[in-house]
């Protein structure tokens, strides 16, 4: 490698927010080079198990912050190969939220209707199933069966995962070893690659500079592919047009350490953060209850002791996605697998001693944990988590040899946050506990404080530049040519799972890059099909006359 590479095009991390416009820009005729700090894991790499050192621990990036942790992706793919594969497309009402800065935090031209063609275009290019009923886990149909008894209803979450293919081993947030999980790996990398562009894993960007000529000079480090905390190397490689796509986590921090370099942030880098109002509740379930109760039945043992059976969330209560409730009391309850580790950690003995989360009484329900079902509350929060000084490299300051670090992110919910969480776990409560099926708990926030495996927010796209970090169209404020499209720019929570939107807005972004790149030189053109050779969501987004170069 020479000791600066040239590229047209770099993109700073391989999920959502970066596969996307890789392979746009790719198949459009750009030189694009893909950082990635993780490894480079197939199907064959992915191990059934939560050890040390396997497939689990080493895509994963866990950092503990002051008050909030995250959990994100750390592999070529990123968190598109460890997350459960829920795809919901936002609520009309998140796109009219006012939040914490008290008017609409989402730039005026984007709306649920103006970005439909787009979350079409990731439907078609991913795809994105409709399961039935007979694609639900037990967990799932125990959930729905308890929010019907309970006067709710419960719908089968949209996901991408191919049913005929899923075996329902649960072991989905470890990757994939079957692809029956849609991940970038199994769509947009692998075109991006077809149409010559480069993915280089174990590349940790850490900060920019500019070059004379108005591009960009990205500066990274090797990573030593056992112990993240090693670096065996460093390098540089310029680039016409930058986009960053390190998560919510990690993307503040590159432009926070590039400030004195580049100049002057905008405001919102770093600030606003949101953990779309995540909270997790544990139920210990009573199989002779539910038997009575709920009529369900199982011809090869126990009615339910399947908590370890299926795939991640396959049901969903939405009973309170209602755009005519005020902000803060809408929210969604999701059944969701989660495996060993921080689930049996944090969950707490419902009605137990304090502390609840470990002691006598939490051995007693581990010792049931195959009746566990696990419900994911996404609530409305107030954008209240600020990054700090950021680490001298990386997001985190590294404890373990993987997935363990101590970020800089500050978070100190507000009261408008903890009654978004109260309402969902009061309903959450009321729909479990019903004539005794079960006992329910929140997770504990005295371990890790909230927690979060969705971050957003932290750079996030608006019409006012002291709230938001990037213009509309992504590109960030006072820094042209360097554009930010992954979950960073979500602008708040939006009460389901995120990563539909995240990727509906990356191909939302490709146009104004595209103009920005041949603005600068770049020989590119917008308008490849979908991955998979669909033309009929390019056609739909051509509509919205945002087509470049054509």
């Known amino acids: 490698m020479n000791a600066i590479d040239k590229t047209d095009v770099v993109i700073v991390g391989s999920g959502f927010g970066g596969s996307i416009p890789a392979y746009h820009l790719a198949a459009g005729g750009a030189k694009v080079t ?82 439909e063609p787009w979350y079409d275009r990731v439907d078609e290019s991913i795809p994105v199933s409709k399961q039935d009923w007979s694609d639900v886990s037990y967990a799932g149909g125990l959930w729905a069966a308890a929010c019907n008894h309970s006067g709710r209803t419960a719908n089968p979450a949209p996901v991408a995962v191919d049913n005929d293919t899923c075996v329902n081993c649960n072991f989905m947030m470890a990757g994939c070893k079957f692809d029956a999980k849609r991940s ?52 540089v490689i310029e680039a016409k047009i930058v986009i960053i796509a390190a998560g919510a986590g990690a993307t503040p921090v590159i432009l926070q350490r590039s400030e004195a370099a580049l100049g002057t942030m905008p405001h919102g880098v770093g600030r606003y953060f949101s953990g779309n109002g995540e909270r997790l509740n544990t139920a210990i379930i009573d199989e002779d209850r539910v038997r009575e109760v709920l009529g369900l039945s199982r011809e090869d043992g126990p009615v339910y002791s399947a908590n370890h059976i299926g795939k991640g969330p396959t049901v969903a209560n939405w009973d309170k996605l209602d755009g005519s409730l005020p902000e803060y009391e809408r929210y969604s309850l999701e059944q969701l697998y989660f495996p060993p580790g921080l689930g049996t950690i944090l969950a707490q003995v419902p009605g137990g001693q304090e502390p609840r989360w470990f002691g006598a009484e939490k051995k007693e329900i581990l010792k049931q944990w195959a009746n566990w079902l696990t419900i994911f509350l996404m609530t409305e929060d107030d954008n209240e988590g600020v990054f700090g000084t950021p680490p001298p490299t990386g997001n985190a300051y590294r404890i373990s040899q993987q997935m363990l670090g101590r970020g800089p992110l500050r978070y100190d919910p507000t009261p408008n946050t903890r009654r978004g969480w109260a309402l969902a776990d009061a309903d959450c409560k009321e729909i479990i506990e019903k004539d005794g099926i079960g006992k329910v708990a929140p997770w504990t926030n005295d371990v890790v404080g909230a927690y979060t495996v969705h971050p957003l927010a932290s750079c996030r796209i608006g019409d006012d530049p002291a709230t938001s970090a990037l213009h509309p169209n992504h590109e960030l404020r006072n820094h042209p040519g360097i ?21 509906a807005l990356a191909e939302r972004s490709v146009p104004s890059i595209v103009r920005a790149a041949q603005a600068r030189g770049v020989d590119v053109k917008y308008g490849a099909p979908a991955p998979d050779g669909s033309i009929t969501g390019r056609r739909a987004v051509s509509k919205l006359d945002l087509v470049a170069g054509n």
Request: a negative charge; hydrophobic letters at 40%.
């Open 34 to 115: 893909v950082l990635e700090r993780g490894p480079w894991l197939a199907a064959a790499d992915f191990e059934h198990d939560y050890l040390l050192g396997s497939s689990y621990t080493r895509a994963f990036d866990f950092v503990v912050g002051d008050g909030m942790s995250v959990l994100g992706g750390n592999c070529v793919g990123g968190g598109s190969v460890v997350y459960f594969a829920a795809m919901p497309r936002a609520p009309k009402f998140v796109f009219e939220r006012h939040g914490s800065i008290g008017r609409r935090m989402w730039p005026s031209v984007i709306t649920r209707d103006s970005l």
């Open 184 to 235: 970038m790996l199994t769509n947009y990398l692998p075109a991006a690659l077809s149409h010559g562009a480069e993915i280089r894993p174990l590349h940790e960007v850490q900060r920019l500079e500019r070059t004379e000529d108005g591009g960009y000079r990205v500066h990274f480090d090797l990573i030593d592919e056992e112990d993240y905390r090693i670096h065996t190397g460093s390098g």
């Open 483 to 503: 554009f930010v499209t992954d979950s960073a720019s979500v602008p708040g929570a939006l009460t389901v799972n995120p990563a539909m939107t995240i990727a």
